[in-house]
């Protein structure tokens, strides 16, 4: 039984409690990511969850769905012009629920996947363990803007630990993903999990170090937060290098938000 699976559904049923009750007008309000309305990421993080359980039963299927994704979403004026196409326009509750039942058949089939298991996936190919986590991150992720537009607190739970792992992991990708030369040895990282456990990444420490809060960490690689609207206490060259170009998703390169426009709504 792969856990992270088990994460992926919690992290979504969590999202899916946050917006049960919301009334039909709040599924057009725009969030401070990108403008996007909470349609928006919703249908987002549904046609990312496709995807991925498409590449996990059928990767000759899956490169075909990546072909038209790409064709299309250039006629249709991008990504997400071509995902509500795609969707049929179906909005609002109809899409919870849509989102939901997929996301429920999905972990079934990733709880019992081989977690070693190569799949393909937008760039280099993933790792079954790799695929659903990183599901479970742009669930986390895109969740925050909505949680930030309804002032909302997220309870947090030690499952993050599995994106600040991903964070972790992908160091020297947010440097090659520039064309920037990895500078050297990565930090010290020492992070306090919502559980109050401690999470340390390679010992032992070092000058460049990282430390405090996992959940801020992780809103860093995820960039749902620039790093300065956070209590991380940062040292060294490297290390200050990475929380400002640090993104644990693939793609081309992107930049974090600027400081002072992503924060809770009160």
Known sequence: MLQQAIDFREESEALFALLDPLREEDWERRTQFKGWTINDIIAHLHIGNYAADLSLQDDVAFADFMRCWTTASARAGGHLAFTHTWLGGIKHRALLQH????YHEMADRFLVADPARRVR???????VRSSITA??????????????LLGQERQETDRIRNIAILGVNTFGWSFRNRGVAVPGDPPYIRLTAPSGAIWEWNLPPRA???EG???EFCQVVTQVRNVADTRLHVVGETATAWMAIAQCFA??????PPPGTRFRQT
Do not use: C, K, N
């Open 99 to 102: 989102w939901r039942t997929f």
């Open 121 to 127: 996936w937008v760039g280099p190919d993933m790792s």
């Open 135 to 148: 599901r479970l991150m742009e669930t986390w992720a895109h969740g925050q803007a909505i949680y930030d």
């Open 208 to 210: 460049d170090r990282i």
């Open 213 to 215: 809060s996992a959940v």
């Open 251 to 256: 793609g081309p390169p992107e930049d974090p």
